[in-house]
T-cell receptor
Framework: AQSVTQLGSHVSVSEGALVLLRCNYSSSVPPYLFWYVQYPNQGLQLLLKYTSAATLVKGINGFEAEFKKSETSFHLTKPSAHMSDAAEYFCAVRVITGGGNKLTFGTGTQLKVEL | ETGVTQSPTHLIKTRGQQVTLRCSSQSGHNTVSWYQQALGQGPQFIFQYYREEENGRGNFPPRFSGLQFPNYSSELNVNALELDDSALYLC???????????????FGPGTRLTVL
């Protein structure tokens, strides 16, 4: 079964510091991987996606993620954190179900950005 | 282009009642997926509808049911509500074919359901 694991339910960084949110996947087939962000009392917004093209994926708001097959990882990074990045971040893998597909999400990482 | 909308935004029900949540897909999308997000958890897949037919279901009991209409809007119905049904219910729309493909799912803002 395909799944993702997010290491660290809470991450705290200083404004201007590197953001690193970890995601490892388990999949017997080449995965499609996603990072979503969720601000309080809102739905999910897609940050970026990996669909077996370039291994380094650039997303919105300065975020990027690198697909590493050897490490089964898809960690999310941003060189310099901003206060507005404080939110919950979810890693997800697309799973084919019958004729359709679904997203299987990790448990999320709450990012706190401090002055 | 209109995004995914959901109604109502908040809802309070009592145990044993029934509830209907609504979702309007993004323009041009033909697939709707529903997810349940309990407090502090990641979203869990409930089911998906493609061209008015259920196209995949997660590990949820039959009292969770859905509909998709010809205009691709959708409803999620939950019967015999339980306390554990309290959650944020998210709808996501996408453009898909029967073969799957790289279908990005666009999420609505969710409906917060509280069961007392």
């Amino acid at each position: 079964a395909q799944s993702v694991t997010q290491l660290g339910s809470h991450v705290s960084v200083s404004e201007g510091a590197l953001v690193l949110l970890r995601c490892n996947y388990s999949s017997s087939v080449p995965p499609y991987l996603f990072w979503y962000v969720q601000y309080p009392n809102q739905g999910l917004q897609l940050l970026l996606k990996y669909t077996s093209a370039a291994t380094l994926v650039k997303g919105i708001n300065g975020f990027e993620a690198e697909f590493k097959k050897s490490e089964t990882s898809f960690h999310l990074t941003k060189p310099s954190a901003h206060m507005s990045d404080a939110a919950e971040y979810f890693c997800a893998v697309r799973v084919i179900t019958g004729g359709g597909n679904k997203l299987t999400f990790g448990t999320g990482t709450q990012l706190k950005v401090e002055l | 282009e209109t995004g995914v909308t959901q109604s109502p935004t908040h809802l309070i029900k009592t145990r044993g009642q029934q509830v209907t949540l609504r979702c309007s897909s993004q323009s041009g999308h033909n697939t709707v997926s529903w997810y349940q997000q309990a407090l502090g958890q990641g979203p869990q897949f409930i089911f998906q509808y493609y061209r008015e037919e259920e196209n995949g279901r997660g590990n949820f009991p039959p009292r969770f049911s859905g509909l998709q209409f010809p205009n691709y809007s959708s409803e999620l119905n939950v019967n015999a509500l339980e306390l554990d049904d309290s959650a944020l219910y998210l709808c996501a729309s996408s453009l898909a074919s029967r073969t799957g493909g790289s279908n990005e799912q666009f999420f609505g803002p969710g409906t917060r359901l509280t069961v007392l």
